[in-house]
């Protein structure tokens, strides 16, 4: 069985740039359940380091997410 992170950083990642549609789709993700946590802050700052490049709203995405953090 994928591992779902896995998967969703070859979907963020495939060419190499994270794009504005991108960070929609995890933000709506993450936040459908009305909490983010440790697990889902650390996947979002992997996928910051390991593209080449993003757009602004990820950057702004991690910080949301890091005031939102939940043990």
Known sequence: MAEW???AKA???ADGH???KE???LRT???ADGRISQ???KF???IKQEAKSSVKALDTLIEECEKAVQP
Do not use: T
């Open 29 to 31: 993700e993450f936040f």
């Open 5 to 7: 992170r896995k998967v």
């Open 44 to 46: 979002l700052q992997e």
């Open 11 to 13: 979907f963020a990642l």
């Open 39 to 41: 697990s889902e802050l």
């Open 18 to 20: 994270v794009s504005e």
């Open 23 to 25: 960070v929609e789709i």
